[in-house]
């Protein structure tokens, strides 16, 4: 199996699922009116933005291949799905905080800046990320470096080419001579990974102070009942509170763990310049982008207000297609 097809084989599952699922959730906060304020509005530009994410899906692993493609096109091609990207992050880290600050501070909830300055806040999570990655066409980049000639084979040690590279190094494009070394450092350690030490810090907070309010009520509830022993209530509390716990470590292992590993595995790789498993390579880029997609369908699947709206007319259609369908009588 040839590289692109290994890619399509992988991603094509993945981006219909999220997609799918993006609709979905979006769907039912277009039709539930209650859901029609400023946090929803936050969460549907994080669900659009996931669902882009999820139609670039299969094409941002061939990013790591060497393709016969113009300047203009090769910038398009790997522009165009890092802002998409990066826009996805940007959205992800701000519901984070808009929940964090609901949970932690939540007096001062309703008196937020980004409440007030929904506009503003739609433009500060898409305009930096488009850009940031439109620097490349700009002018930072390796185009015109040197040692390009024939890159589609001689530097096919280290990446893999697709089918119809040819030998022409004006045509060649590959990642190296759109994004530098330092642009991509500068990405992954001064953006990607803040941000998602920063969703894991305002998690862990959160879990904390829930913690902590989850004794308050069991404390007043034994001081209440007069009793020493944990009641049943308490123990209910203590399980559902395990319970979100093992939610939460779940879905950090499942989505960003991989993700987190590609990385800094592509990091390494750059680093040394070392000749990779092409196969293994896709495998991890396709895993960890497409797992890390999965972050808020699972936030939004988790909530039933943003799922009911939509389900409801699927049951409806499908008790119709129940009806409609004659039943076949039982043989003799």
């Not at 669902?51 to 096109?73: A, D, W």
């Not at 084979?153 to 190296?176: A, H, M, V, W």
Request: glycine content about 4%; some cysteine.
């Amino acid at each position: 199996m040839s590289h692109e097809w290994l890619i399509y084989a992988i991603t094509i599952p993945l981006s219909t699922s999220v997609i799918l699922a993006n609709l979905l959730i979006i769907l039912g906060i277009a039709w539930n009116r209650q859901l029609h304020n400023t946090p929803n509005y936050f969460f549907l530009s994080l669900l659009v933005a996931d669902m882009c994410t999820g139609v670039t899906l299969p094409f941002i692993p061939l990013m790591g291949l060497n393709r016969e493609l113009s300047f203009s096109s090769c910038l398009v091609a790997h522009i165009f799905p890092n802002f998409l990207f990066l826009a996805f992050l940007f959205n992800l880290v701000m519901v984070h905080y808009e929940r964090y600050i609901y949970i932690v501070n939540p007096l001062h909830y309703n008196n937020l800046w980004m409440h007030r300055s929904f506009p503003l806040i739609l433009l500060v999570v898409w305009v930096p990320p488009l850009l940031y990655a439109c620097l490349p066409a700009f002018g930072w980049n390796n185009w015109t470096g040197p040692d390009w000639n024939s890159c589609c084979y001689e530097r096919s040690q280290t990446i893999p080419p697709l089918s119809n590279c040819s030998t022409n190094g004006t045509t060649c494009c590959s990642y190296r001579r759109v994004f530098p070394n330092a642009f991509i450092f500068l990405e992954v350690y001064g953006l990607v990974l803040p941000a998602i030490l920063t969703i894991a810090g305002m998690t862990g907070r959160v879990l904390w102070i829930t913690r902590g309010q989850m004794k308050d009520i069991c404390r007043l509830h034994r001081s209440v009942e007069r009793g020493s022993q944990a009641s049943d209530q308490e123990q209910r509390l203590n399980l559902r509170y395990t319970r979100c716990v093992v939610a939460v470590s779940l879905t950090f292992l499942a989505c960003w763990v991989p993700y987190l590993i590609y990385m800094h595995v592509c990091i390494a790789f750059l680093i040394s310049d070392t000749k990779r498993n092409a196969t293994i390579h896709i495998v991890l880029s396709c895993t960890g982008i497409g797992s890390m997609a999965v972050v808020p369908l699972v936030l939004g699947l988790a909530n039933k207000q943003y799922t009911e709206p939509a389900l409801k007319p699927l049951q409806k259609l499908r008790d119709r297609w129940r009806r409609r369908t004659p039943l076949t009588p039982p043989k003799d």
